[in-house]
Each structure stands twice: as structure tokens, then as C-alpha cells.
């Protein structure tokens, strides 16, 4: 039985996190790209845009892997999950709140792992910004063939008759001379 008052602190505080951890050092050789997260671990770059992630079960040479995920924070938060399952209080985290947030999957099996760790990667979904979800209502808006914005009809009308007008007349030397168009100025003064 634990004596402190918080007890689910007290468990918490028991993780290391990579805050704690010594740093990363660069792998492989340096004529290839890293493809590594530089802060999370267990987190690496496939793609421009996606990241995967995958970790080593213990005391064995094979991999468990994770999935592909659209965020290095979604990635990380799946390592997390399986880090736990594997490593138990060993595991260095990504994120000190990992063990609270985060669900544990059901038994130490391959696949449990793997379910648990893609539920916990999709609570941390970003959701999609407001300016996309307007823009498809947009698209779909402009679909139909008789759709016409407020106004719209003068904007073009407008525009056709902006084009039949003649531009205005350039000033001619009759008009007077001009103290603001002077040619014979110079800008520079190259006299020291």
C-alpha cells in the first residue's frame, strides 16, 4: 500500500521521460539524410509528411510496429503506449503524462500493443482547421452551375466596363512645368 496522499503522482514521477534521459546522439553515417525525430524517441520521418514508429521488444532482435501517423506527437504518443506494455516502469517516455492519459492494452501481445497504441495515437488527432472545412463548403458551393454570389453581377459588369474606358491622357510639356517631374535632376551627388 502506498503512504503518500497522491498516489497516481507518486506512480507518474516513477517514469524517466526523454527530458530526463541523455540526449540523442546523430545516427548512421552523415552522407545519409537522419530521418529520426530530434526529440522524440522511437519516432522517425518516411515521408515529407508522415512519420512511423516502432519499437524493439525486449531481450529479443524483433521489432513491433506501430503504424504510420501524420504527426511526430501522434507517433510519439504510440511509442508511449507500447513502451509501457514492454518496458513497465523502465520505459523513458516522451511525455511525462503518458501513463495517465494513455490506455494500456488489454495483455503483452503483439497485437494488443499494437491496438492500444493506434487508439492512443488517434485521441491526439489534430482536428482539421476551420479555413478547410469552409473551403470544401466553398467547393461544393461553387458546383452548381447557377451559383452567384451576392454582387457578383456587378463585379463583372464592372470590369467589362473598366475595359471599354480610355485611359487618361498623358501630360503633355504644354501643361506647365511640373516641379515634381524633373529630368534634369540628379538623384545622386557624387561630389565629396
Known sequence: MNSFPNAAADENAAYRTISSAPPKRRAGRTKFRETRHPIFKGVRQRNADRWVCEVREPNKKSRIWLGTFPTAEMAAR??????????????????????????????????????????????????????????????????????????????????????????????????????????DVSLWNYTV
Open 78 to 183: 504510440a511509442h508511449d503506449v507500447a513502451a509501457i506494455a514492454l518496458r513497465g516502469r523502465a520505459a523513458c517516455l516522451n511525455f511525462a503524462d503518458s501513463p495517465a492519459l494513455l490506455p494500456t492494452p488489454a495483455s503483452s501481445s503483439r497485437t494488443d500493443i499494437q491496438r492500444a497504441a493506434v487508439a492512443a495515437a488517434e485521441a491526439f488527432r489534430p482536428a482539421k482547421p476551420e479555413a478547410e472545412s469552409s473551403a470544401a463548403v466553398a467547393a461544393v458551393g461553387m458546383e452548381d452551375p447557377f451559383y452567384m454570389d451576392i454582387g457578383m453581377q456587378d463585379y463583372y459588369f464592372d470590369m467589362a466596363e473598366g475595359m471599354l474606358i480610355d485611359p487618361p491622357p498623358l501630360p503633355s510639356e504644354e501643361e506647365g512645368d511640373r516641379s515634381d517631374v524633373d529630368g
